[in-house]
């Protein structure tokens, strides 16, 4: 015989589930507290457990993530941990490799930047980089400086130039090509010259090189700002002896 709801009407005998209960309500207040108040809210063992979500999708992560915390004895040490190490404390190949992505974000974080902080605001700075970075780059190598916007190294490269015979096409597509790939708005060519003054035919090499480049960067919005030859602080730009 069925029990009759208390109302008596359509829902009679039908059990009405709370909508807040159970690891699907308890997430949810979880997610909601962080947008509202922030992670630094939760507890250590509260954060373990929202990381532990992706991991265990439909189980109470609580006791997991206090038992793990004891297991390691702070929450730095637990989120270092190799993936062997949380594997032998029971987790699943998954929760080990959520749990060590704080790591490595922190990691990748803590890393020095310096290409991305190097301004190359004028000739002097241009110089200086060349001066400290390029210092033992090969003689002969051609390197390109991709900078955005406001003129920061996105990238430092060196050109492989060896292809298809070293043919100026390839290399002009290989350049032209790099800087949409990093979204740079600018570039600086930079040829590292084997004796000084520079070879007469490397000169004119770069000459065609870099007007093709620049040629075809107008459609790119991009834009050719200099390309040097240089030696042992001595340099030669293209674009004070106006063939750029």
Same mark, same amino acid.
């Given at each position: 015989?069925?029990?009759?709801?208390?109302?008596?009407?359509?829902?009679?005998?039908?059990?009405?589930?709370?909508?807040? !209960?159970?690891?699907?309500?308890?997430?949810?207040?979880?997610?909601?507290?962080? @947008?509202? *108040?922030?992670?630094?809210?939760?507890?250590?063992?509260?954060?373990?457990?929202?990381?532990?979500?992706?991991?265990?999708?439909?189980?109470? !992560?609580?006791?997991?993530?206090? #038992?793990?915390?004891?297991?390691?004895?702070?929450?730095?040490? @637990?989120?270092?941990?190799?993936?062997?190490? %949380?594997?032998?404390?029971?987790?699943?190949?998954?929760?080990?490799?959520?749990?060590?992505? +704080?790591?490595?974000?922190?990691?990748?974080? *803590?890393?020095?930047?310096?290409?991305?902080? $190097?301004?190359?605001?004028?000739?002097?700075?241009?110089?200086?980089?060349?001066? !400290?970075? /390029? #210092?033992?780059?090969?003689?002969?190598? %051609?390197?390109?400086?991709?900078?955005?916007?406001?003129?920061?190294?996105?990238?430092?490269?060196? &050109?492989?130039?060896?292809?298809?015979?070293?043919?100026?096409? =390839? !290399?002009?597509?290989?350049? =032209?090509?790099?800087?949409?790939?990093?979204?740079? $708005?600018?570039?600086?060519?930079?040829?590292?010259?084997?004796?000084?003054? +520079?070879?007469? #035919?490397?000169?004119?090499?770069?000459?065609?090189?870099?007007?093709?480049?620049?040629?075809?960067?107008?459609?790119?919005? /991009?834009? &050719?700002?200099?390309?040097?030859? %240089?030696?042992?602080?001595?340099?030669?730009?293209?674009?004070?002896?106006?063939?750029?």
């Amino acid at each position: 015989m069925t029990r009759a709801g208390r109302d008596g009407g359509k829902g009679a005998g039908q059990a009405v589930p709370f909508r807040e !209960t159970g690891p699907a309500g308890h997430r949810a207040r979880m997610r909601a507290r962080v @947008l509202t *108040s922030g992670a630094a809210s939760l507890a250590d063992y509260e954060i373990i457990e929202m990381l532990l979500f992706v991991g265990v999708p439909r189980r109470d !992560t609580k006791p997991l993530a206090k #038992a793990l915390l004891n297991r390691f004895g702070s929450l730095g040490a @637990l989120l270092s941990a190799t993936p062997d190490c %949380l594997r032998e404390a029971g987790l699943s190949g998954r929760s080990a490799a959520v749990l060590g992505l +704080p790591g490595a974000v922190a990691d990748c974080l *803590s890393r020095p930047d310096p290409l991305t902080r $190097t301004p190359m605001r004028d000739w002097d700075a241009v110089l200086a980089y060349c001066d !400290t970075q /390029l #210092a033992d780059a090969p003689a002969g190598q %051609l390197r390109v400086l991709f900078l955005d916007s406001i003129n920061h190294i996105i990238a430092d490269e060196a &050109v492989d130039e060896s292809g298809e015979g070293g043919a100026p096409e =390839l !290399t002009q597509r290989h350049i =032209l090509l790099r800087a949409l790939d990093l979204h740079a $708005t600018a570039l600086v060519g930079i040829r590292i010259v084997p004796s000084w003054p +520079p070879p007469v #035919a490397m000169i004119e090499g770069d000459a065609v090189l870099m007007q093709a480049i620049s040629y075809h960067a107008q459609n790119l919005s /991009l834009t &050719v700002q200099d390309h040097v030859f %240089l030696r042992r602080g001595q340099w030669l730009s293209l674009r004070q002896q106006r063939r750029l």
